[in-house]
């Protein structure tokens, strides 16, 4: 039985299948709440979703989010996006575009529901930061041609800033979304 029945929403949660989108799932069902996992699987590995394969209120779904996703749920999670240096470097091109195209789409999802969205970003948009914490008024110091550019300064920063588009956007920085 769910804890809260009645608030139960709908969430989908990109790159759900990762290393922070599988814990995110898991403490979205044990909220009570239905879960869609989108993931392409390029990081992530169904081994982190088999302890949900029967569970009635999880489903997966095998999709690249740099492609249109049609889908009905109440709120958004998206972390699509390979985190570790071996991984966004292997392929620049495809990390940036699934920092950036990624998250057009997924906000112009949000955007067509009318729902929350929650866009996972990371401390690397700072570059080699000057400034320690970095706090909002911060622009960073970043290498726009250097190897970490693809996923920060490159990748997250322009998802980032189709932020500014009247959406509400909720942005994670430093992985701490649980
Ligand atoms: N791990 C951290 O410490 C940390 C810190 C700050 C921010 N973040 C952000 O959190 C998010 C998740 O990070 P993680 O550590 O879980 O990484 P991860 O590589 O374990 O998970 C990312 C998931 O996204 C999936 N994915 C990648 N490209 C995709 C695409 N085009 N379409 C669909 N799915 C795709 C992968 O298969 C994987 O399951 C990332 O956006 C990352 O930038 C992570």
Same mark, same amino acid.
């Given at each position: 039985? @769910?804890?809260?029945?009645?608030?139960? *929403? /709908?969430?989908?949660?990109? =790159?759900?299948?990762?290393?922070?989108?599988?814990?995110?799932?898991? /403490?979205?069902?044990? +909220?009570?709440?239905?879960?869609?996992?989108?993931? !392409?699987?390029?990081?992530?590995?169904?081994?982190?979703?088999?302890?949900?394969?029967?569970?009635? /209120?999880?489903?997966?779904?095998?999709?690249?989010?740099?492609?249109?996703?049609?889908?009905?749920?109440?709120?958004?999670?998206?972390?699509?996006?390979?985190?570790?240096?071996?991984?966004? +470097?292997?392929? @620049?091109?495809?990390?940036? *575009?699934?920092?950036?195209?990624?998250?057009?789409?997924?906000?112009?999802?949000? %955007?067509?529901? %009318?729902?929350?969205?929650?866009?996972?970003? #990371?401390?690397?948009?700072? =570059?080699?930061?000057?400034?320690?914490? +970095?706090?909002?008024?911060?622009?960073? !110091?970043?290498?726009?041609? =250097?190897?970490?550019?693809?996923?920060? !300064?490159?990748?997250?920063?322009?998802?980032?800033? #189709?932020?500014?588009?009247?959406?509400?956007?909720?942005?994670?920085? !430093?992985?701490?979304?649980?």
């Amino acid at each position: 039985m @769910p804890r809260f029945y009645d608030s139960r *929403k /709908r969430i989908l949660v990109t =790159g759900g299948a990762g290393f922070l989108g599988s814990h995110l799932v898991d /403490r979205l069902l044990d +909220q009570g709440h239905e879960v869609l996992c989108v993931d !392409n699987l390029f990081t992530g590995t169904k081994r982190n979703i088999d302890h949900l394969h029967n569970h009635p /209120r999880f489903e997966f779904m095998r999709h690249d989010v740099c492609f249109t996703l049609y889908v009905e749920v109440d709120e958004i999670y998206n972390l699509a996006c390979p985190a570790s240096p071996i991984h966004y +470097q292997h392929d @620049p091109v495809q990390t940036t *575009k699934t920092s950036v195209h990624g998250a057009i789409n997924m906000l112009g999802l949000a %955007k067509r529901l %009318k729902c929350r969205i929650l866009q996972a970003s #990371t401390s690397e948009v700072y =570059g080699d930061p000057a400034v320690h914490p +970095q706090t909002e008024g911060y622009w960073g !110091n970043v290498n726009p041609v =250097g190897p970490r550019s693809c996923y920060g !300064n490159r990748g997250k920063r322009p998802g980032l800033g #189709t932020g500014g588009s009247g959406l509400g956007i909720g942005v994670s920085l !430093n992985g701490h979304i649980l």
